[in-house]
């Protein structure tokens, strides 16, 4: 399967298809040359370059060069923290979270070849787990902060980190399911989500 093929483009606006093309199509320039020619070879001119778009429209997209490399949101957690803020006005909290990191999910490249890729250079970048780490941190922070105003009562804080967490545990699972079982990642984030829902009482 490819991401050109993925379902959920079927639900996406024109530009909101070419946009998330133009990303993944420099998050896979960002691998091969850093595969090539390693991280401190690698410059954002360099990689816009081999996306065949301006070194502007990387930086419409990317903050730095290692963000084009991870894969991760320009604007980091306070992008997706807007974006849980305006769920939450439409759908409260649960649905809020669920439907964020759904989106989340699906946004992710299904190509297997260019996760393998970005596996290697992880490998030959140790440099790059940090940053990662780092950022998955930020966005876990501001979605926190964003539930816990929310939510009622004044074990608010409490309530929404152990949702975030067990949000992203969710996220983690369904792409390990995805790569097991040959899914799409909304499927198997949808049957995680299930199975959660059926209230297994493993933990």
């Not at 996306?51 to 903050?63: D, E, I, K, L, Y």
């Not at 306070?78 to 946004?107: D, K, N």
């Amino acid at each position: 399967m490819t991401d050109e093929n993925h379902p959920t483009e079927k639900t996406l606006g024109l530009r909101e298809l070419k946009k998330r093309q133009s990303r993944i199509a420099m998050h896979r320039a960002a691998l091969e040359l850093v595969n090539e020619h390693g991280l401190s070879g690698v410059t954002a001119e360099a990689i816009a370059h081999r996306a065949g778009v301006s070194t502007r429209t990387f930086f419409n997209h990317w903050s730095t060069k290692e963000s084009a490399i991870i894969g991760i949101l320009g604007a980091g957690g306070q992008e997706i923290s807007e974006h849980l803020r305006q769920q939450i006005e439409e759908t409260g909290p649960l649905g809020a979270l669920r439907t964020v990191l759904r989106e989340f999910v699906c946004s992710a490249p299904v190509d297997a070849e260019l996760r393998e890729l970005k596996k290697q250079v992880m490998v030959k970048e140790p440099k790059l787990h940090a940053l990662s780490s780092g950022n998955l941190m930020s966005v876990q922070t501001e979605m926190v902060a964003m539930l816990t105003e929310a939510l009622p009562g004044e074990d608010a804080h409490e309530r929404a980190m152990l949702a975030v967490q067990l949000g992203f545990a969710v996220t983690r699972t369904a792409f390990a399911i995805s790569m097991a079982r040959g899914l799409d990642l909304g499927t198997a984030f949808d049957d995680v989500l299930a199975h959660y829902d059926q209230g297994d009482p493993v933990f």
